[in-house]
């Protein structure tokens, strides 16, 4: 049996806070610390400093039961515990590369207050070679008499489906490079049941990278199908459901659109991007796939003014500002470029989201008539000229079409998302485009290529 008691995590961002009321609720002792004392204060409360469905609950029952505690005292956290999960940011730098100015200073308050043997795994996505970083710092500032071993784990987890993904993942990757190190973690992901690959340091930060590497290629590959499919009247929907049946493609990730965002996938395929050239590997292919996202919003815009001809003076509905459904985060949404080049344009823009208008509204203030917030789907439609979809949140699925009929300007829709059934629409009169999906245009365009 392992002899730990006390699980350390460090960082209580979007891996971080969910990791660590996870391991509270399977029954282990779990302190958790940030270097922002205002987001301990909001955990220590109950509350989440982000939108995630079913966090908060788990956090106050786990707070509430004295298996979760928090800290702004980042030494005291790494003195109670014996695994330290390291889970702090590790943003772009401008040339691409990870920023590990966070890691760093972080492992260096775990070396000054190491008070005896700790495993210190790192859960945040970092470049290749990392760990062995880790272990010369932590021996610089520790001293070569120091015990620790350092482990890699990287996280899978996705937002907005952050806590169920906590529990049941597809997969346990474990990096090590001593038994004790191994047999800690096995035995810490054991209630998990879940299957685990164990390897060393260096391949269990490939596979994180990779992994996400492989998701935006995915989503880039879609993407120049769906273009291929739009320009010869095929629907990409169909062609996903056709591939994805194939076990050895898989259905994931074949939902063709606006493109990716979010804090992860563009900025580990830029760090993978960078890595790659660091060590002389030419992974082009990957800087294609970079290119294919940058270009969907271009196209979508392109898409509104093929509908809408002009577009100065025109209002918009912009339904769905989050990067996905499910998250009130935006970091690398589509919808905020989206913004820019439709005020560019001149149009004006009637905004909503059901998590995120808080978080838009610190980046575009609202400047009425050219840019209101709106409390609803159905009051952002309100006098459209067309709804833009940038976010298939579930409840733009349900909405009722008949009744959007009358009170648009306009009855066009340009969904960004394929999320919508265009034979619904059409019996409600509306004009739909998807993105590589046949158009319903009215009877005098049609013919004309909404690509
Ligand atoms: C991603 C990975 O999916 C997680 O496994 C990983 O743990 C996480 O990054 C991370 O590294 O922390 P996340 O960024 O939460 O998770 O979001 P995804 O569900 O991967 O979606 C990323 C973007 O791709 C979104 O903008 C989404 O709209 C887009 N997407 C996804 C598509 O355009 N098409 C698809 O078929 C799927």
Same mark, same amino acid.
């Given at each position: 049996m392992a002899e730990f008691k006390t699980i350390g995590v460090l960082g209580l961002g979007h891996v971080g806070l969910p990791t660590a009321v996870g391991f509270a609720e399977l029954g282990y002792q779990v302190i958790g610390t940030d270097s922002d004392a205002k987001k301990v204060e909001t955990i220590a409360q109950g509350k989440s400093p982000f939108y995630e469905p079913e966090l908060e609950p788990l956090l106050q029952k786990n707070l509430a039961a004295g298996r979760f505690r928090v800290t702004s005292d980042v030494g005291e956290a790494v003195r109670a515990s014996d695994i330290l999960f390291v889970c702090v940011g590790t943003p772009q730098r401008p040339d691409g590369s990870a920023d590990l100015s966070q890691v760093e200073a972080v492992i260096r308050t775990v070396a000054e207050n190491l008070n005896g043997y700790k495993l210190i795994v790192e859960k945040?996505? +970092?470049? +290749?070679?990392t760990a062995q970083w880790i272990k010369r710092t932590l021996i610089r500032y520790a001293g070569s008499n120091a015990t620790f071993d350092v482990a890699s784990n990287p996280e899978f987890l996705r937002e907005g489906t952050a806590v169920h993904d906590f529990f049941h993942p597809d997969r346990i990757v474990i990096g090590v490079e001593s038994e004790r190190a191994k047999e800690w973690l096995l035995e810490l992901y054991r209630p998990l049941n879940a299957p685990v690959v164990v390897t060393d340091l260096n391949t269990a930060e490939i596979i994180k990278h990779a992994a996400n590497s492989f998701l935006a290629l995915k989503i880039s590959f879609i993407n120049m199908v769906a273009d291929l499919c739009e320009a010869t009247g095929a629907d990409v929907v169909k062609v996903a459901e056709g591939i994805g049946l194939d076990p050895r493609i898989g259905k994931h990730f074949l939902q063709a659109g606006v493109g990716y965002g979010g804090y992860c996938l563009p900025k580990d395929l830029k760090a993978f991007i960078h890595i790659a050239e660091e060590h002389n590997v030419d992974f082009s292919l990957l800087k294609e796939v970079e290119r294919i996202n940058e270009a969907r919003v271009d196209r979508f815009v392109r898409k509104v003014q093929k509908a #809408?001809? +002009? #577009?100065?003076d025109k209002t918009l509905a912009i339904w769905g500002l989050a990067f996905k459904p499910n998250t009130d985060d935006i970091r690398e949404a589509p919808s905020l470029k989206i913004i820019r080049r439709l005020l560019d344009e001149g149009a004006n823009l009637r905004l909503y989201d059901p998590a995120a208008m808080a978080n838009v509204r610190q980046v575009f203030p609202e400047d009425s008539p050219r840019l209101v917030y709106c409390q609803s789907a159905l009051k952002a439609a309100t006098g459209a000229h067309a709804i833009l979809l940038v976010t298939e949140w579930d409840e733009f699925k349900q909405m009722d079409w008949n009744w959007l009929r009358q009170v648009v300007a306009l009855p066009i829709v340009i969904d960004g998302r394929n999320c919508l059934d265009p034979a619904r629409l059409q019996e409600a009169g509306f004009e739909y485009y998807g993105m590589g999906r046949p158009s319903i245009a009215p009877a005098q365009v049609v013919g004309v290529s909404s690509g």
């Open positions: 945040s996505t +970092v470049p +290749v070679q #809408l001809w +002009v #577009l100065k």
